[in-house]
Nanobody
Framework: QVMLVESGGGLVQAGGSLRLSCAAS????????MGWFRQAPGKEREFVAT????????DYADIVKGRFTISRDNAKNTVYLQMNSLKPEDTAIYYC???????????????WGQGTQVTVSS
């Protein structure tokens, strides 16, 4: 069992930066792949980024490549999402999630946080 709590969301102007954090409970955190997803009003939840348990592999959605960076600290049971050059279209609720397998597929993630709101003003 893994419980996830996101933080770090807020209101930022276009071109600004935010860093999201996701704190996990459970001793097996380091064995899970971790992902970030987002959901904008009226849209389906979409993949943003993922990182494997050993931090050796990451993947990003094309729309955030070069702007967002996912990282994790297994000693702190925390995964991060550094978001730079934010755009109004990045506005969404951002969720972190845990999966036993390294994947970009939403349906394969077993555990989800409650989400944190990110709003980018133009």
């Amino acid at each position: 069992q893994v419980m996830l709590v996101e933080s770090g969301g807020g209101l930022v102007q276009a071109g600004g930066s935010l860093r999201l954090s996701c704190a996990a409970s459970g001793r097996s955190f380091s064995t899970y792949a971790m992902g970030w997803f987002r959901q904008a009003p009226g849209k389906e939840r979409e993949f943003v980024a993922t990182i494997n348990w050993s931090r050796t592999t990451t993947d990003y959605a094309d729309i955030v490549k070069g702007r967002f960076t996912i990282s994790r600290d297994n000693a702190k049971n925390t995964v991060y999402l550094q978001m730079n050059s934010l755009k109004p279209e990045d506005t969404a609720i951002y969720y972190c999630a845990a999966s036993r397998t390294y994947t970009v597929l939403t349906r394969t993630y077993n555990y989800w946080g409650q989400g944190t709101q990110v709003t980018v003003s133009s």
